[in-house]
């Protein structure tokens, strides 16, 4: 009987211990570690698509189809080391190497209440806006250069460009592209009250989409150095670029807004990556001079 209340003892005694070695752990060395709850084990929703363009480098290399059956194992390893040297050779020859910069800016304030699209020019403080822009961008141009500026068909949006250019150096080039009107993308999401017929978004959405494949993508492998374009269009355009760009839900394009004359910076990295500088930045305005 003594043996076993000696046992009982132990065994109370050895559960003490433990137990106030875990609480010794837990009180002192814990607290000293930092830990991100939320994102412990966290898996993103949706993962970032490295070819969204289709122009990653391994999608852009001829895949080698040479088989191997009948070869003895030698033979087969120095192939797949030969192989694996060409292609990484292609691959290097297909990848980017410098970083694309576009600058797309809302035209400024028009006459949104005339009858005809050909009078909905720029009103007085829109040409002020636009003037203002051109001011930023040439302080933004310190150190690069711009090399093509595009605009829409739009009458408020030739006006915005040109004042914007008598800002600029004179010898960059214009190019018009009725794909850069605006419209409405897609429906957008939740719902707007008012009501629109389905073939506006049927015809607009897929313009628009052309529009973002057109001048959205990573710099060519022949392009050594980092270019700059100024895309002077509509909001809703600009909005569903933004979306697209960076992967997030395009019909997410109507929940936020964008002043006459903001611009918004998107850099486009030789791998593919895409980050906003700054969107529908306006703040080199004075406030009385801001309309949306």
């Known amino acids: 009987m003594t043996n076993f209340r000696k046992i009982i003892t132990y065994a109370a005694s050895s559960v003490c211990i433990l137990g106030s070695g875990v609480y010794l752990k837990d009180h002192f060395i814990e607290k000293n570690t930092l830990k991100a709850a939320w994102t412990t084990s966290y898996e993103p929703s949706v993962k970032w698509d490295h070819n969204w363009d289709r122009r990653h480098p391994e999608s ?21 080391s030969e192989k694996k040297t060409t ?33 909905m020019v720029l009103t007085p403080l ?16 310190q150190n690069f250069k711009f090399n093509k500026i595009h605009h829409s068909t739009m009458i408020r949006a030739i006006e915005t460009a040109d004042i914007i250019r008598t800002k600029l ?14 419209g409405a993308p897609i429906p957008p999401e939740p719902p707007v009250g008012h009501w629109k017929p389905e073939f506006y978004f049927f015809q607009d959405g897929s313009r628009i989409e052309a529009a973002f494949r057109k001048y959205f993508f990573r710099a060519p492998p022949e392009q050594l150095e980092d270019s ?15 979306c697209r760009a960076l992967q997030f839900p395009a019909e997410a394009w109507l929940r ?12 486009i990295r030789p791998d593919g990556r895409v980050a906003c500088k700054f969107l529908g930045e306006s703040g080199y305005m004075p406030i009385t001079k801001t309309s949306s």
């Not at 050779?89 to 800016?105: N, P, T, V």
């Open 169 to 182: 150096p004179k010898d960059i080039p214009v190019h018009v592209d009725p794909l850069l009107c605006e």
């Open 87 to 119: 292609d990484d050779f292609e691959i290097g020859k297909k990848s980017s190497k410098a970083s694309r910069h576009l600058f797309l800016i809302r035209h400024g304030q028009y006459e949104i209440n005339a009858k005809d699209k050909d009078l």
């Open 126 to 141: 829109g040409r002020e806006q636009a003037e203002l822009t051109g001011i930023r961008l040439s302080e933004l141009t």
């Open 256 to 267: 936020f807004g964008l002043n006459h004359g903001s611009i918004t910076h998107i850099v």
């Open 60 to 80: 852009l290399t001829k895949p080698n189809r040479r088989s191997s059956v009948g070869q003895n194992l030698v033979d087969q390893k120095n192939e797949n």
């Open 228 to 242: 700059y374009e100024l895309v002077v269009c509509h909001a809703n355009v600009i909005r569903y670029f933004f």
